[in-house]
Nanobody, 117 residues
Framework: QVQLVESGGGMVQAGGSLRLSCAAS????????MGWYRQFPGKQRELVAR???????DYADSVKGRFTISRDNAVDTVYLQMNSLKPEDTAVYYC???????????WGQGTQVTVSK
């Protein structure tokens, strides 16, 4: 059974930092691309950051220079370091795993991030 378990969300003031973690089980983590997505109320989920199996990264323009995605294949975990947080970063953040060629996709349950002014 595949599980992606996010942690690290919470409430922080603008300008602050949070580090999200996503622990994976039930997949061969090292061959999966991993991503962080977020969802605003009433909106579709959008890509925040993605890291390939080989370590290449992509970021949404809105988070470039502030967020950093990384992965540790030794502990099957992907991270999202979020710095200089803004109120507009407030959303539910989801972890996603993509198998090679995106044949299968798995989602975590989401974690709330709230940034106050």
């Amino acid at each position: 059974q595949v599980q992606l378990v996010e942690s690290g969300g919470g409430m922080v003031q603008a300008g602050g930092s949070l580090r999200l973690s996503c622990a994976a089980s039930g997949i061969i983590f090292s061959i999966n691309a991993m991503g962080w997505y977020r969802q605003f109320p009433g909106k579709q989920r959008e890509l925040v950051a993605r890291i390939s199996a080989g370590g290449s990264t992509d970021y949404a323009d809105s988070v470039k220079g502030r967020f950093t995605i990384s992965r540790d294949n030794a502990v099957d975990t992907v991270y999202l370091q979020m710095n200089s947080l803004k109120p507009e970063d407030t959303a539910v953040y989801y972890c996603r795993a993509d198998s090679p060629k995106i044949i299968r996709t798995y989602w975590g349950q989401g974690t709330q991030v709230t940034v106050s002014k």
